[in-house]
């Protein structure tokens, strides 16, 4: 899998722990992460994400729920991330190649779908503040989708009073990466049309 889609599906910061938090701190922390998830529609941000390495690009996030979502990078990285309410697709301009991979594949079905239980799959972390949640999902069933440490910080006017800082990915081989959302912005209005892309392969819409 392509690096960059691997980091946007698969990704704690310097304050999450790796051991559980205790349960009755858990279970109100992680009512409201549900809250949150459920509260929100849509969401835009800026992201940066950094590998391993420690290089970093960026880009704009655009997340509308339920299933659709789009990661445009900015710079000279000439990528492109669509989730269309089924799958995600990647577009690389540069070699004029597309890839496709089923949402239910990733951890990421965690962000794009509202109704998802994520006190099934995910798993409430220490932190070193009362003003970070982190909850670290993945699918016992299948290791091979990877991880995604979800991060939210206390912010009053975030739905549930707490906003998504980012997400760490790490895929079936440890690698490690980073992301990091600026400027978010909850419930706005954003068209479906936002989530479409050409086709380098051919002219037109998909």
Known sequence: MNKYLTAIIAAPIALVATAPAPAQQSSGKMDIVVQHMKSVGTMTANFTQTDGA?????GKLLL???????????????????????????????????????????????????????????????????????????????????????????????????????????DSKNNRTTVRLANVKYNVAISDKSFNWTDPRRRGRK
């Open 54 to 58: 420690g290089r970093s690009v960026g």
């Open 64 to 170: 509308k729920r339920p299933g659709h979502v789009r990661f445009e990078y900015t710079g000279d990285t000439s990528l492109l991330i669509v989730a269309d309410g089924k799958a995600l697709t990647m577009i690389d301009y540069a070699v004029r190649q597309v890839q496709r991979w089923p949402i239910k594949n990733s951890p990421l079905t965690a962000l794009l779908d509202p109704g998802q239980d994520l006190r099934k799959y995910g798993k409430l972390q220490s932190t070193s503040s009362d003003k970070v949640i982190s909850v670290e999902v993945r699918d016992p069933s299948r290791p091979e989708y990877g991880t995604m440490t979800f991060t939210f910080t206390k912010d009053a006017n975030a739905p549930s009073g707490y906003t998504l800082y980012g997400w760490v990915a790490l």
